[in-house]
């Protein structure tokens, strides 16, 4: 047998030829004549020698319709035919294939039976729509290939529990197809714990290959096939195998601008397919979506991609319509989730019949790889989210050495007097140019891989359980976690959930500590929704005569005489049954399209990052039409008039836009800070808007949350309201459920680079002092006048939203910058303490504690005739400010100097929170979020940066917006450039410990 040569990146078979054709079994060399091909492709040349060997696992990608699934197939059936004839093959299944799709299972079921049929290996079938003698032949004599869905597999540990080791005793390979579709899911979880179940049943290692022409990343792909073990995976690879030139272009239309009410902004209407116009013209077909679609497809094979069901609805309608104006036959039809298994494969069927020219109008559902033939052309409808979907969606054209065609489809609201910032970005022809220009450059998203999947480790905990009769919580823990998929799942968190599930009764336990279901665990693990890790919602049937359409929601109101859209046409509702959840429909005039579920529009870093280069570029993407040219003329202007090139905060009203050129979970993870913080705001799209605050707040804000340790993703998860994600989640802990969304829904680091990044690119933060503290009584003079450091902990950010002052520290300094005197205190803040895990104060610590009008003469006498000093003082005095007119006193004249302005200054473009510039100046103080730690931190950082540059003090003093401080005859005063820890100890008996 000869292997191919290895390329210098480890684990990754070059692209050279090996002779590995011979090495195959003579049968599937027979099988491979009888299919007319010249030779083998790349690709099946590449894979032949890993999967032959059989002793490790191996990723195939290369381009869709270039021959992954003759790749795996042809060395996997020799392997076994040859083992067959040596007479050392076990009983039972040979080979699982696990899809993510039943009807890709079908396909490979007609692909496959004529291979296994010359080696004399049965095949089966097994998932929701097989019919019972199906079934019936696979438990009798388990042998062959199993072709399988991820919720058939689990049916098999539930319903045969002790069956599974000989089920499984000959398996050899695990083939898993569209293996990109499983990563970071809660299916792919399920999936990874099977295959781990289905090892731990046979106690041994069974191959696993994985197939996919959309790998963002293979050593993610790799650890994924092998949780712990992904080194080891063999990588074959082939991205040039199949490819076609690519005929693209974007077509931009324009809204009319929304209806105004009283100078009040509307929500954008729902676009539908005759609204638009183009640069062609505006008439009531010629300049519509639908109608370039019906013009340029019909009579030929194609796929119309749209973002959602309902999209999916309204374009069907409308070609139907368009189709009949003309008086030819409909071409155009619907395919997506909802609508019945017979009118799919319908459409499945006419696009692979050559003598009947289809158009799917159709959602994700035949994005991945059905055998539908090949398509003439691929359009999509709005702006793709994902590279990856768009790139699998492509590569359903421009097979047999055809160019690959296709069109997108994007809309913009018209401008006026009142169109928002945001739609003036022209944000939807800049994501899809983003989209494109990266998918062009082989770009894929990264899948995530740190979820918990708690919801899929309860259904696993419980079929478990089912499969063995019961359980010890050591041996679940050892199976799923410590050794199996549920790394992420620690052994505290572990326990908590079987607690959750026993006070849920999902479990029980006998009294040798073995767990068994409960009387709810048993409801759910025999009912038929049990197997599926993902939720599915209660829906009515629609029926038409007797035939079953498919099925709705049931949220979506349905009334007796109302009239609807589905599958392409209009219908009238006869009658509604909720009893057994059916509605009768009969043909109608008119109609609406049913509100299905939204799907997620999750966006990642790097396309939000793109999107930034292109509002900059000086050259236009020449895919784009003339319209859409027009639509990215006028959102670079935009982009350019706000001047976000250079700043990330921009002015709306009231409120404040954050321009946050990072993906989804970075500006959930922004909000969140925010939020946590007292700041009222909502992600919309790549902004952050943040109601009732300046522009100088805003900055101010970000500062101060830059100077404050880095939370964590679960402190964050606090501020969000709880909420059941995914299928089992109601039966997990408040505390759960915040360990989940902090591992889903956050990028902490993410967000922390951005924020870091934004305050470095706005140093000169305005001042946002109230203008009665700007006049100075006296004129201060360095060398002469005292210092007082000031530092308050707060239960939010801006005493406007109601945040209060929780902790202030005083440090008293001499004109020469040495300490005297500590005082420090807790307040009862008179609300909730606010974000503890910050300042580490809760509301049983001040319980006992004065109100700030109790130690207000303190304060003051503190701070009259000083300097007053702080880190980042706009925050600090602004608060004190807010209390002193709280308590009925007009707030004093302070001069003020401001060491975060200072170090910005002295040390430009690097980091300036507390604790960092600490180290950089080698101050032995600990910054800890306590008032008075930080207070005294502060005070040793003044001294530092006074004697590196004394006169630069006056400008920080004038930023600050107040008279200018002087120089004294004896400045600039001896300090000690490395001050001594003291160790102050507070006054006041209530401070913390």
């Given at each position: 047998m000869t292997s191919p040569h290895f390329d210098s990146e480890p684990g990754s078979r070059a692209l050279i030829p090996s002779r590995g054709f011979d090495d195959l079994h003579p049968q599937v060399q027979r099988w491979i004549w009888n299919q007319n091909w010249a030779e083998l492709r790349r690709v099946q040349q590449l894979a032949i020698s890993p999967i032959l060997e059989g002793?490790?696992?191996?990723?195939?990608?290369?381009?869709?319709?270039?021959?992954?699934?003759?790749?795996?197939?042809?060395?996997?059936?020799?392997?076994?035919?040859?083992?067959?004839?040596?007479?050392?093959?076990?009983?039972?299944?040979?080979?699982?294939?696990?899809?993510p799709l039943k009807a890709l299972i079908n396909d490979q079921f007609e692909r496959l039976e004529s291979l296994c049929e010359l080696v004399d290996m049965p095949v089966v079938r097994r998932h929701g729509d097989v019919s019972g003698s199906e079934r019936q032949a696979l438990t009798r004599k388990p042998d062959g290939l199993l072709l399988i869905t991820p919720e058939a597999l689990e049916a098999q540990f539930v319903l045969k529990g002790p069956q599974v080791p000989a089920l499984f005793a000959g398996l050899r390979y695990v083939v898993i197809d569209e293996m990109h579709s499983f990563i970071g899911t809660e299916r792919g979880a399920q999936l990874q714990s099977l295959l781990h179940r289905i090892e731990l049943a046979t106690r041994r290692r069974v191959v696993r290959i994985g197939l996919?022409?959309?790998?963002?990343?293979?050593?993610?792909?790799?650890?994924?096939?092998?949780?712990?073990?992904?080194?080891?995976?063999?990588?074959?690879?082939?991205?040039?195998?199949?490819?076609?030139?690519?005929?693209?272009?974007?077509?931009?239309?324009?809204?009319?601008?929304?209806?105004?009410?009283?100078?009040?902004?509307?929500r954008r209407p729902k676009q539908t397919a005759f609204e638009f116009t183009d640069e062609n013209g505006s008439s009531p077909c010629e300049g519509t979506i639908a109608g370039h679609l019906f013009r340029v497809l019909r009579g030929q094979d194609n796929l119309v991609f749209?973002?959602?069901?309902?999209?999916?609805?309204?374009?069907?309608?409308?070609?139907?319509?368009?189709?009949?104006?003309?008086?030819?036959?409909?071409?155009?039809?619907?395919?997506?989730?909802?609508?019945?298994?017979?009118?799919?494969?319908?459409?499945?069927?006419?696009?692979?019949?050559?003598?009947?020219?289809?158009?799917?109008?159709?959602?994700?559902?035949?994005?991945?790889?059905?055998?539908?033939?090949?398509?003439d052309s691929v359009a999509q409808i709005g702006p793709p989210y994902s590279v990856a979907a768009l790139r699998q969606r492509v590569g359903r054209s421009g097979r047999r050495g055809k160019p690959a065609v296709l069109r997108i489809y994007l809309t913009e609201t018209g401008l006026d007097s009142e169109t928002n910032v945001t739609d003036r970005l022209r944000t939807r022809t800049f994501q899809t140019a983003a989209v494109v220009d990266l998918m062009l450059k082989h770009w894929y998203e990264p899948p995530a891989m740190t979820k918990l999947h708690l919801s899929t480790l309860i259904q696993q905990i419980l079929s478990v359980v089912a499969?063995?009769?019961?359980?010890?919580?050591?041996?679940?823990?050892?199976?799923?976690?410590?050794?199996?998929?549920?790394?992420?799942?620690?052994?505290?968190?572990?326990?908590?959930l079987l607690r959750n599930l026993g006070s849920t009764e999902l479990l029980s336990q006998a009294g040798d500590g073995t767990l068994l279901p409960g009387v709810v665990g048993e409801r759910i693990i025999n009912h038929y929704s049990f197997y599926a890790a993902f939720a599915s919602s209660e829906e009515y049937r629609l029926l038409a005569h007797g035939q079953l359409l498919g099925t709705i929601p049931v949220d979506f109101p349905v009334l007796v005489d109302s009239m609807m859209i589905f599958a392409g046409r209009r219908w009238l509702v006869v009658a509604v049954d909720?009893?057994?959840?059916?509605?009768?429909?009969?043909?109608?005039?008119?109609?609406?399209?049913?509100?299905?579920?939204?799907?997620?529009?999750?966006?990642?870093?790097?396309?939000?990052?793109?999107?930034?280069?292109?509002?900059?570029?000086?050259?236009?993407?020449?895919?784009l039409d003339q319209q859409a040219r027009v639509l990215f003329a006028e959102g670079q202007s935009a982009f350019a008039q706000h001047d976000l090139a250079e700043n990330a905060v921009v002015s709306a009203g009231k409120n404040c836009l954050l321009f946050v050129w990072r993906g989804s979970r970075v500006c959930t993870t922004l909000s969140a800070m925010l939020t946590i913080m007292g700041v009222k705001n909502s992600v919309e799209s790549m902004t952050i808007k943040c109601q009732d605050v300046t522009r100088e707040e805003l900055l101010g804000i970000l500062a101060a949350i830059g100077s404050m340790p880095k939370p964590t993703a679960r402190d964050l998860a606090g501020?969000?309201?709880?909420?059941?994600?995914?299928?089992?989640?109601?039966?997990?802990?408040?505390?759960?459920?915040?360990?989940?969304?902090?591992?889903?829904?956050?990028?902490?680091?993410?967000?922390?680079?951005?924020?870091?990044?934004i305050v470095a690119d706005h140093p000169a933060i305005p001042d946002v002092v109230p203008e009665s503290w700007t006049s100075v009584d006296e004129l201060a003079v360095l060398g002469e006048t005292p210092f007082v450091v000031v530092d308050v902990e707060?239960?939010?950010?801006?005493?406007?939203?109601?945040?209060?002052?929780?902790?202030?520290?005083?440090?008293?300094?001499?004109?020469?910058?040495n300490v005297t005197d500590t005082w420090s205190t807790l307040i009862d803040p008179e609300v909730d303490t606010g974000p503890r895990h910050v300042h580490g104060i809760s509301s049983q610590d001040v319980s006992e504690a004065p109100v700030f009008a109790g130690i207000i003469d303190e304060v003051a006498h503190r701070l009259s005739g000083r300097i007053v000093v702080a880190h980042n003082a706009p925050f600090d005095l602004k608060f004190l400010s807010s209390e002193f007119e709280r308590a009925g006193a007009r707030p004093m004249s302070w001069p003020t100097l401001c060491t975060l302005r200072l170090s910005q200054r002295l040390f430009p473009g690097e980091p300036a929170n507390l604790s960092a510039l600490c180290d950089r100046l080698g101050i032995d103080a600990s910054p800890t979020h306590a008032a008075l730690d930080d207070a005294v931190a502060t005070a040793y950082l003044l001294r530092s940066l006074l004697s590196t540059a004394p006169t630069d003090v006056t400008h920080s003093a004038e930023t600050l917006g107040v008279r200018p401080i002087r120089l004294g005859p004896n400045w600039p005063a001896p300090v000690v450039p490395a001050p001594v820890r003291l160790r102050p100890v507070p006054t006041d008996d209530l401070r913390r410990v």
């Open positions: 002793s490790r696992d191996v990723i195939i990608s290369a381009a869709t319709a270039s021959g992954k699934t003759e790749a795996a197939w042809l060395p996997i059936c020799s392997k076994l035919a040859y083992e067959a004839e040596a007479g050392i093959s076990a009983p039972g299944i040979k080979a699982l294939y696990i899809s996919s022409a959309t790998f963002a990343d293979f050593s993610a792909a790799a650890d994924f096939l092998r949780p712990r073990r992904g080194a080891d995976v063999e990588v074959v690879r082939d991205e040039s195998e199949g490819r076609s030139d690519l005929r693209l272009q974007v077509r931009g239309y324009r809204l009319s601008p929304p209806p105004r009410e009283s100078g009040e902004q509307h749209a973002n959602s069901r309902s999209d999916v609805e309204t374009y069907s309608d409308s070609l139907r319509e368009a189709s009949d104006a003309a008086r030819v036959p409909n071409e155009f039809l619907p395919h997506h989730g909802s609508l019945s298994k017979q009118l799919r494969e319908d459409v499945e069927a006419r696009l692979k019949d050559p003598s009947t020219p289809t158009t799917a109008v159709c959602t994700s559902t035949l994005e991945m790889g059905v055998d539908i033939g090949s398509a499969q063995h009769g019961g359980a010890t919580a050591g041996q679940l823990f050892n199976a799923l976690c410590a050794a199996g998929p549920f790394e992420y799942v620690s052994r505290s968190q572990f326990v908590e909720t009893a057994t959840k059916t509605i009768e429909l009969t043909e109608a005039r008119g109609g609406v399209t049913p509100q299905f579920n939204p799907s997620s529009g999750d966006i990642a870093d790097r396309i939000r990052q793109k999107m930034r280069e292109l509002y900059v570029a000086t050259e236009v993407p020449a895919y501020s969000a309201p709880i909420q059941n994600v995914d299928k089992y989640d109601e039966y997990l802990s408040e505390s759960l459920l915040r360990d989940s969304a902090a591992a889903r829904d956050f990028d902490v680091d993410g967000a922390w680079d951005e924020l870091t990044s707060t239960t939010g950010l801006s005493p406007r939203n109601g945040a209060r002052v929780v902790e202030i520290a005083l440090v008293s300094l001499d004109s020469k910058g």
